[in-house]
Nanobody, 124 residues
Framework: VQVVESGGDSVQAGGSLRLSCAAS????????MGWFRQAPGKEREGVAT???????RYVDLVKGRFTISRDNAKNTLYLQMSSLKPEDTALYYC???????????????????WGQGTQITVSS
């Protein structure tokens, strides 16, 4: 299984970015996938997750600003981010291979596959 993120960049506060995640070797269409992030000196945190049926969850800090989506035909996961803030600065990871319940979808230990991460830096 390979999970590869792309789209990280440096932007000004208030800007927008879209992250992409290509997954291969994996039963993509029915799986839970998601995005986590880790800022320097902080724990890794769940940002957004999506089920195979399209149901989504967001951490409160990004609700209304970030949108997670998936294209099953392309085996690709997306994270559209708008109104970016300096506190969104972090290394963003795409995750797959979830085992557990939907309520646990923000728990890092429940994901078997992680990408290498893509850096987002938001300057004020």
């Amino acid at each position: 299984v390979q999970v590869v993120e792309s789209g990280g960049d440096s932007v000004q506060a208030g800007g927008s970015l879209r992250l992409s995640c290509a997954a291969s070797g994996y039963t993509y269409s029915t799986s839970y996938m998601g995005w986590f992030r880790q800022a320097p000196g902080k724990e890794r945190e769940g940002v957004a997750t999506i089920r195979g049926d399209g149901s989504t969850r967001y951490v409160d800090l990004v609700k209304g600003r970030f949108t997670i989506s998936r294209d099953n035909a392309k085996n690709t996961l997306y994270l559209q981010m708008s109104s970016l803030k300096p506190e969104d600065t972090a290394l963003y990871y795409c995750v797959a291979g979830f085992k557990g319940s939907w309520l646990d979808s923000f728990s890092p230990r429940n994901y078997a596959y992680w990408g290498q991460g893509t850096q987002i830096t938001v300057s004020s």
